[in-house]
């Protein structure tokens, strides 16, 4: 097991963490992970076919609507959580993007899932230093249907520092069955949307529709104006 540190707050890997190849390394990046539920339940009203299909077209859209070296400023991460953990790609570029077959079962690790999401954006972060690579703040997605079944206390407190740090900006998307009152003591209540119908094309049409604007853009931070699809909803506030 890989030994890891806090400073501040932060989790570091001990390991070599500027092993994997950054493209275009003078353009400025964005560090995109989407952190995958892909329990059991996932099975009921077809939403793991349906998240399945949603990547395949975040892939596709996202190519399209960027210029080649565009592409190579967004790196793509997934980790899928069920009884067990997997990184199913380290940071990529959307054109090296896997496009995988995702299977449902188990329970929900949600708390070790974004421990691992957070571990990877630390990383990541380390490369673009050492590289010497100009990067946008991190984004995380976290789409689940459900709470978790693990312990995730001191991943939500360790979320919470990174953002409240300027370190990621994390996003919660539930689904029929998720438990919106358990996502709110781990996400920024602001931050967690409800999908209706799973319909996770619109979701990751949205997601890719988003982050053009970002990669595109030259200097500062900037404005993303996209409408959220209709199967998109604000979940109220408790």
Same mark, same amino acid.
């Given at each position: 097991?890989?030994?890891?540190?806090?400073?501040?707050?932060?989790?570091?890997?001990?390991?070599?963490?500027?092993?994997?190849?950054?493209?275009?390394?003078?353009?400025?990046?964005?560090?995109?992970?989407? +952190?995958?539920?892909?329990?059991?339940?996932?099975?009921?009203?077809?939403?793991?076919?349906?998240?399945?299909?949603?990547?395949?077209?975040?892939?596709?859209?996202?190519?399209?609507?960027?210029?080649?070296?565009?592409?190579?400023?967004?790196?793509?991460?997934?980790?899928?959580?069920?009884?067990?953990?997997?990184?199913?790609?380290?940071?990529?570029?959307?054109?090296?993007?896997?496009?995988?077959?995702?299977?449902? !079962?188990?329970?929900?690790?949600?708390?070790?899932?974004?421990?691992?999401?957070?571990?990877?954006?630390?990383? %990541?972060?380390?490369?673009?230093?050492?590289?010497?690579?100009?990067?946008? %703040?991190?984004?995380?997605?976290?789409?689940?249907?459900?709470?978790?079944?693990?312990?995730?206390?001191?991943?939500?407190?360790?979320?919470?520092?990174?953002?409240?740090?300027?370190?990621?900006?994390? !996003?919660?998307?539930?689904?029929?069955?998720?438990?919106?009152?358990?996502?709110?003591?781990?996400?920024?209540?602001?931050?967690?949307?409800?999908?209706?119908?799973?319909?996770?094309?619109?979701?990751?049409?949205? +997601?890719?529709?988003?982050?053009?604007? +970002?990669?595109?853009?030259?200097?500062?931070?900037?404005? +993303?104006?996209?409408?959220?699809?209709?199967?998109?909803?604000?979940?109220?506030?408790?």
């Amino acid at each position: 097991m890989l030994q890891q540190k806090e400073f501040n707050g932060d989790f570091i890997n001990q390991e070599d963490f500027n092993t994997t190849p950054i493209f275009s390394d003078t353009e400025k990046h964005l560090a995109c992970i989407f +952190v995958l539920d892909t329990s059991g339940s996932m099975t009921l009203h077809n939403a793991i076919d349906q998240l399945n299909m949603g990547l395949k077209i975040f892939k596709e859209q996202t190519i399209r609507d960027n210029s080649t070296m565009a592409q190579a400023c967004i790196d793509i991460a997934l980790i899928s959580f069920d009884s067990k953990v997997q990184v199913i790609q380290d940071f990529t570029p959307i054109s090296q993007m896997i496009t995988p077959n995702l299977e449902a !079962y188990g329970q929900t690790k949600m708390g070790e899932a974004l421990d691992t999401a957070m571990d990877m954006i630390t990383r %990541r972060k380390k490369a673009y230093v050492a590289s010497g690579t100009p990067y946008f %703040r991190p984004w995380l997605f976290c789409i689940t249907d459900g709470q978790p079944t693990d312990g995730y206390k001191e991943a939500a407190e360790r979320l919470q520092w990174m953002e409240e740090n300027r370190k990621l900006v994390s !996003y919660c998307i539930g689904v029929e069955g998720c438990n919106y009152s358990v996502m709110q003591e781990i996400f920024d209540p602001n931050s967690i949307f409800g999908l209706k119908d799973c319909d996770f094309v619109g979701l990751f049409k949205f +997601v890719s529709a988003s982050i053009t604007p +970002v990669i595109n853009s030259k200097e500062g931070t900037p404005s +993303v104006d996209v409408d959220i699809p209709s199967s998109m909803f604000r979940i109220p506030l408790n």
